[in-house]
């Protein structure tokens, strides 16, 4: 089958958890980032014959594809990466933190665009939410039973975000996160594409 192709903005937000599966699940793609807006806006919006023209999406084969969490079980099944899912009851608590993250993640954004005491308002905003996530983790260096899930996916986006954005507001949080982001950087594939220049970061401002 011909290359895969991820479409995003050259941020993490959305795209993120996408390419951390691609990276764990050794999947070969070209990370297509946006940075221009007319580029997707005025061209391949309109040209890719996506059925649903949204980012991030991916092309591979005759695949085409949009909506980030169908993206991410499509990737999963491609990668054979569902042992990430869990199992029993386990997968619905699983699926509760991905969607958890899913919904706080775009809080990044204009995180990312503002400085100062504008930039402390909004952590301010996303605060209670990472309360949840650390008091659920409880110093843990993973969710649930000692093995990558992909809720350690999209809580690593979460914390990674804040640990980058986040100034002196992550520094109470830092000894809660600490095994958690070890664990998920030392993974092999994740630590290379980390040290990598592929890597997408916001670009301090």
Known sequence: MSELILGYWGLPLKG??????????????????????????QQDKLNLGLDFPNLP????????????QNIVAYIIDLTKQTN????????????NIVLFCND??????????????????????????IKLLEKDLNKKAHFFNNSLTLADIYAYCIIDNFQQLGGD????????FKAFLDAFRSIPEIKAYIESDRCTRFQQQ
């Not at 993120?16 to 806006?41: C, H, M, T, V």
């Not at 999406?57 to 980030?68: A, L, N, P, Q, R």
């Open 16 to 41: 993120q958890p996408i390419r951390y599966l691609l990276e764990l699940g050794k999947q070969a793609y070209q990370d297509k980032k946006y940075s221009n807006k007319d580029e997707w806006f």
């Open 57 to 68: 999406y991916i092309i591979h084969g005759d695949v085409k594809m949009t909506e980030s």
């Open 84 to 95: 990430l899912l869990g199992a029993d009851k386990t997968k619905f608590k699983i699926q």
């Open 104 to 129: 706080l993640i775009g809080s990044f954004k204009p995180i990312s665009m503002k400085q100062g005491e504008e930039r402390t308002q909004e952590i301010e905003k996303i605060l209670p939410k």
């Open 169 to 176: 507001s992550y520094k109470p949080f830092e000894e809660s």
